[in-house]
């Protein structure tokens, strides 16, 4: 799995110019689900994703995590990330997990986010989805597990 993640100072989702998901302070994160990834893949990212420290503390260093300030966590499937971008200048897909796959696997990471955080929104699997953010720092990072 891939999660491009975005500290921000507000996020949200809409889709048919519905706000179907949105958090204040948190985590943005973009995922992308690959074939080989398994249910052990969504738990590994989902620790990666509440454990991560990419808040500041009171010396202004990132040591704080997604826990450690109760920030939100908000989650919207983004299959272009698992794109194959090596060569030519169209990206191929063969890399992405099938959307069966990837719907599934990215609901079990929503529900399992949801049993260990209390903040946590998604946008809408498979939808043409308008994100808006304020990136905070900006700090963006690519985790992949």
Do not use: C, W
């Amino acid at each position: 799995m891939k999660a491009l993640i975005q500290r921000v100072r507000g996020a949200r989702v809409e889709v048919d110019g519905e706000i179907v998901g949105a958090i204040d302070q948190g985590l943005l994160v973009l995922v992308g689900v690959e074939p080989q990834d398994t249910r052990a893949s969504v738990s590994k990212l989902l620790n990666k994703l509440l454990n991560y420290r990419v808040f500041s503390d009171a010396e202004g260093k990132m040591n704080l995590s997604l826990k450690d300030v109760d920030g939100g966590l908000l989650l919207v499937s983004q299959f272009t990330l698992a794109a194959d971008t090596k060569s030519g200048l169209r990206p191929g897909f063969s890399t992405a997990a099938s959307p069966a796959l990837g719907e599934q696997l990215f609901n079990h990471l929503a529900e399992l986010a949801r049993t260990l955080h209390s903040h946590v929104a998604t946008g809408r699997f498979g939808a043409d989805m308008q994100v808006h953010l304020v990136n905070d720092g900006p700090v963006t990072f690519l985790l992949e597990t």
